[in-house]
């Protein structure tokens, strides 16, 4: 859809601005850096948003060509009071997806909120309740995120097999922070790796329901061997640099369970950029060692619905 966000309440700020019956003032949003994602997000908070607030896609991004910015596709809209936050993917079409999630922009959320003991967020899109703890020496500069789910709670298997047979490649279908495809690298062609995983996940989106042109599932091949485990993921509009956040809770997830095809990592599973430290609890999934930083303030412009 073409609306980013409506907000109905906030607290309330200085008068806005009306012109011909729409009222117009500048919000004051966060750029936040997550180490390993493809690009920064923009946290917007939403206690700073007047009532009757609306964003309009095409809006946001005329807004944000005139910074440093304009390719910025990851938005998250955070609540500091209830500690929720939804995230917002900008497809390349133009569009907007609300039905993803993405634990870098939640970390983005906790970073930019700036507050210093443990947070634990709630996640409103999929569901999860993340918490954030900041770690010590000689990881003090870095956080540990604990998915409160256990691996092998109801829906984790979102076909309640452990391996599905998709084009005639064994995969597994995980949801857990985000709807995953794991694939075995051993079935992939390397010349054509990404068009093979392009194809198996239109079909695993028709299987679980989503659009094939939608950011979900995501998908990712891993590769066992004897320096451990590898993966490389595609994102929204090629190969992601790293993994996704939600990508390595649900590796992790899947590690935990018997007979899917990611074994359970035997320590930092690699990655192109380097590594991600991933851990799996009876009760929780944790993702180690995660970093974030604030870039930049803008303020951008925001329109306001007259109410009277």
């Known amino acids: 859809g073409s609306v980013l966000c409506r907000i109905p309440s906030a607290v309330a700020p200085a008068a806005p601005r009306a012109v011909a019956g729409v009222a117009s003032r500048t919000v004051v949003v966060t750029v936040v850096r997550a180490h390993d994602a493809p690009g920064p997000t923009l946290v917007v908070r939403l206690d700073r948003l007047p009532p009757g607030a609306l964003a309009l896609g095409a809006e946001l991004r005329a807004a944000l060509a005139a910074t440093p910015y304009p390719g910025l596709n990851k938005i998250a809209l955070f609540d500091p009071l209830a500690l929720r ?6 497809l390349p079409d133009g569009s907007f997806d609300f039905r993803a999630g993405c634990g870098h922009s939640l970390l983005a959320c906790v970073v930019a909120d700036g507050r210093p003991g443990p947070v634990t967020v709630r996640a409103v899109t999929t569901g999860d309740t993340v918490l954030c703890e900041r770690e010590r020496a000689p990881h003090d500069d870095a956080y540990t995120l604990s998915f409160l789910r256990a691996p092998d709670a109801p829906g984790t298997l979102p076909t309640g097999r452990p391996v599905d047979v998709l084009l005639g490649v064994p995969v597994s279908l995980v949801r ?31 299987r679980l329901g989503h659009s094939p042109g939608s950011a979900l599932p995501k998908i990712a091949a891993v590769a066992d061997g004897p320096g451990g485990l590898s993966v490389r993921a595609l994102t929204v509009g090629g190969w992601h640099p790293g993994l996704a956040l939600t990508g390595a ?6 590690g935990a369970l018997d007979g899917t095809v990611v074994p359970a990592p035997r320590g930092p599973v690699r990655t192109p950029a380097g590594t991600v430290t991933v851990s799996a609890a009876p009760d929780r999934v944790r993702v180690h060692h995660k970093r974030a930083e604030v870039l930049e303030s803008l303020e951008l412009p925001w329109r306001v619905h007259a109410t009277a």
């Open 176 to 206: 857990y922070g985000n709807p995953y495809v794991f694939v075995d690298a051993r079935h992939l062609d390397p010349r054509a790796a990404e068009r093979q995983l392009l194809a198996l996940r239109a079909e695993a989106a028709r």
């Open 249 to 254: 809770a649900a590796l992790a997830a899947a």
């Open 85 to 90: 936050y939804r995230f917002v993917q900008a």
